[in-house]
């Protein structure tokens, strides 16, 4: 059973940055996918970011403004967001694919994998 905690949300104002983490209980040293995905009042959960031992990806609309990057000695992934825009404005999970060594699949998927947080929520003003 893999714990994770997300913290780091908070409110800015369009064009501000926030830094997400998410601690990981998981120290048994394993390697595979993580990844953040978020939910908007009303809307679907999507994909954001996902990173392994293989690659990075991201969302077409985050591209350029969100880099995802993982500590392993302390077992931290993160999620820099700059130029923030309203629509950015969502509930952010923190999600551990542990059957995944590298993850070829859409963004998409990282809503489905098998481990997640509880989330911290980010809020862009205009």
């Known amino acids: 059973q893999v714990q994770l905690v997300e913290s780091g949300g908070g409110a800015v104002q369009t064009g501000g940055s926030l830094r997400l983490s998410c601690a990981s209980s998981?120290?048994?040293?394993?390697?595979?996918?993580m990844g953040w995905f978020r939910q908007a009042p009303g809307k679907e959960r999507e994909g954001v970011a996902v990173?392994?031992?293989?690659?990075?990806n991201y969302r077409d609309s985050v591209k350029g403004r969100f880099t995802v990057s993982k500590d392993k000695a302390s077992n931290t992934l993160y999620l820099q967001m700059n130029n923030l825009k309203p629509e950015d404005t969502a509930m952010y999970y923190c999600?551990?694919?542990?059957?995944?060594?590298?993850?070829?699949?859409?963004?998409?998927?990282?809503?489905?994998?098998?481990?997640r947080g509880q989330g911290t929520q980010v809020t862009v003003s205009v």
């Open positions: 999600a551990a694919g542990r059957e995944y060594d590298c993850y070829e699949g859409p963004i998409s998927g990282v809503v489905n994998f098998d481990y």
């Open positions: 998981d120290y048994t040293g394993d390697s595979y996918a």
């Open positions: 990173i392994d031992d293989c690659s990075t």
